[in-house]
């Protein structure tokens, strides 16, 4: 397995690991907001002992990709630009998209907006507009959303607002319990990154929403959707949706499973994307 960099087309330097097999087909995977490729970890090394190539990108602003001041260095458009980027760099003619969560927005995305289709999609807790109520993102209550945005503009305060939580480990604990998606979001990348992307997502959805969903009810290639019971941040809805829109599609839903099944469901995640591909001779 082979780590590297790349300039991007705006000059933003992108972190993926790579390797290439026999099998020419590359699964190239896509993590989600506030994660890295490692959430990728056991499906990279599943599929490349079964002889796939494999590609896992850290998207910009997230693990080691740099993470840009400028806020229109997020513009939703950019991300499907460092995945087209990336295919040409590395030449890469016979590929499927992998996404999760906005992994699986930038997947669907890429196929409105690029000439290069990929020989199947698979999209894991994903949604083709943007799936929260204003105020609500990720389902947060509104209280804690306008808090960390409002800490996000102003950070040389966090410490300030918050030094009674963090020298008491009992309230801190209790604050991680109650707001765990929020925690694991900020691990692996700052929250002015975090809000940028989710505004970026939800003004190309709003704008470009119609456009979206005529790409879905067009795509004719073998596409795989898998859903979590139990996801509280992309319900299981928006999975649904998808499936209704492309024709031909097949939904999987996993019992008694969150939003991070790359991780805590990965021998199930696994078995069911080689079982598609194989039946599809990918």
């Not at 309230?171 to 940028?196: C, E, G, I, S």
């Not at 005529?214 to 499936?243: C, Q, Y």
Request: glycine letters at 4%.
């Amino acid at each position: 397995m082979r780590e590297k960099t790349f300039e991007s087309f705006d000059g933003t330097k992108l972190y993926y690991i790579h390797k290439k097999s026999k099998n020419p087909h590359t699964l190239i995977f896509l993590h989600g907001i506030g994660a890295n490729w490692t959430i990728w970890r056991k499906e990279v090394e599943f599929f490349s002992n079964k002889g796939y190539s494999v590609i896992a990108l850290d998207l910009r602003g997230h693990g080691l990709s740099e993470w840009p001041h400028h806020e229109d260095k997020y513009i939703f458009t950019n991300f499907i630009d460092d995945v087209h980027h990336l295919i040409k760099k590395e030449k890469i003619k016979d590929f499927s998209l992998v996404g999760h969560s906005i992994g699986g927005a930038i997947a669907i995305t890429f196929c409105q907006r690029t000439n290069l289709k990929p020989k199947s999609l698979i999209l894991l807790d994903s949604a083709h507009r943007y799936p929260y109520k204003k105020g609500h993102d990720l389902n947060m209550s509104p209280i804690i959303v306008n808090l960390l945005r409002f800490m996000a503009k102003h950070e040389h305060i966090e410490n300030e607002i918050f030094s009674h939580l963090f020298k008491n480990k009992k309230k801190l604990n209790q604050f991680r319990d109650n707001h765990y998606n929020w925690f694991r979001l900020l691990h692996y990348a700052p929250m002015t990154v975090v809000f940028k992307c989710l505004d970026t997502v939800h003004e190309y959805s709003d704008k470009l929403g119609y456009k979206i969903e005529d790409t879905l009810k067009n795509f004719d290639k073998p596409t795989l959707i898998i859903a979590s019971t139990d996801d509280k941040i992309i319900p299981p809805e928006f999975s649904e949706e998808i499936h209704n829109l492309i024709k031909g599609s097949k939904l999987e839903i996993m019992k008694d499973a969150h939003h991070s099944i790359t991780v805590d469901n990965a021998n199930e995640v696994n078995n069911s994307i080689f079982t598609f591909l194989k039946n599809y001779n990918l």
